[in-house]
C-alpha cells in the first residue's frame, strides 16, 4: 500500500464551479500535512498546510481527520489558473527530519 | 530572493553513460535535498542533507546514486552508470533546518533526464 493515495484524476471542471480532492494516508504517526501545487513542467510549490480544525485561504480550505487518515482540499468558484496538479503531502515523523511524503497528485482541469 | 538554481535544465543521455546535476540552494538554507520525480508520480526523496551531513539517504539507489555537498552549500547528484528506469526529473530544494516545526521546501526548476 502506498504511504500517500490520491485519485489521479483528471478532474475536469467549468470555471466556477466547486471541486474536491482526496487523499489518504498510512502511516498514523503522520504528524504534519500539506497540499503543494505544481503547474504542468514546473516545480512544486507549497499551497497550503493542512490540520485538524481545518485551514481556509480564500478560496481554498483544507481539512484533516487523524481518525480515518484522510486530508482533503476544496476549491470554490474555479478559475482556469487553478489548473494544475495538487500534491498531498504528509511528514512520517513531524519536524524533527523535515522529510516530504508526496502522493501521485490529482491533475486538475478548469475549462472555460 | 534569489531562489534554488539548478543545471542543466535538460539532458540527454545514453544507457551506462554519466550524468551529473548541480544545485544551489537559497541563501542560509542549511538543509538540501534531492528528488527523483518518474512521469506521473510524485516527487521521492533521495537523499537530504543538513549542513554537509546526510540526515536521510534510505531511498538512494546506492549503487548507481552518488550525492555529496562537500562545502554545506552547493551539492551535486551524479547517476552512473544510467539505466532506462532513471529518466526523470530530478528536483533539488532547500528548507531552514529541521527541528520542531516543518520548515516550507523550496524547490528548483528540477533537471529533466531522458536516458536513451
Known amino acids: 500500500r502506498k504511504e500517500v493515495e490520491q485519485d489521479p484524476g483528471p478532474f475536469n471542471v467549468p470555471e466556477g464551479a466547486t471541486v474536491a480532492f482526496n487523499c489518504t494516508y498510512s502511516n498514523s504517526a503522520s504528524q504534519s500535512f500539506f497540499w503543494y501545487r505544481q503547474d504542468c513542467r514546473k516545480e512544486p510549490k507549497l499551497l497550503m498546510s493542512?490540520?485538524?480544525s481545518g485551514n481556509e485561504d480564500g478560496r481554498f480550505t483544507a481539512q484533516l481527520n487523524r481518525a480515518s487518515q484522510y486530508i482533503s482540499l476544496l476549491i470554490r468558484d474555479s478559475k482556469l489558473s487553478d489548473s494544475a496538479t495538487y500534491l498531498c503531502?504528509?511528514?512520517?515523523?513531524?519536524?524533527?527530519?523535515?522529510?516530504?511524503?508526496f502522493g501521485t497528485g490529482t491533475l486538475l482541469a478548469v475549462q472555460p | 530572493e534569489a531562489g534554488v538554481a539548478q543545471s542543466p535544465r535538460y539532458k540527454i543521455i545514453e544507457k551506462r553513460q554519466s550524468v551529473a546535476f548541480w544545485c544551489n540552494p537559497i541563501?542560509?538554507?542549511?538543509?538540501l535535498y534531492w528528488y527523483q520525480q518518474i512521469l506521473g508520480q510524485g516527487p521521492k526523496l533521495l537523499i537530504q542533507?543538513?549542513?554537509?551531513?546526510?540526515?536521510?539517504d534510505s531511498q538512494l539507489p546506492k549503487d548507481r546514486f552518488s550525492a555529496e555537498r562537500l562545502k554545506g552549500v552547493d551539492s551535486t547528484l551524479k547517476i552512473q552508470p544510467a539505466k532506462l528506469e532513471d529518466s526523470a526529473v530530478y528536483l533539488c530544494?532547500?528548507?531552514?533546518?529541521?527541528?520542531?516545526?516543518?520548515?516550507?521546501?523550496?524547490f528548483g526548476p528540477g533537471t529533466r533526464l531522458t536516458v536513451l
Open positions: 503531502v504528509v511528514t512520517p515523523y513531524g519536524g524533527a527530519t523535515n522529510k516530504l511524503i
Open positions: 542533507f543538513q549542513n554537509n551531513g546526510v540526515v536521510d
Open positions: 493542512v490540520y485538524s
Open positions: 541563501s542560509g538554507h542549511a538543509t
Open positions: 530544494a532547500s528548507s531552514l533546518p529541521s527541528g520542531g516545526a516543518v520548515n516550507e521546501q523550496f
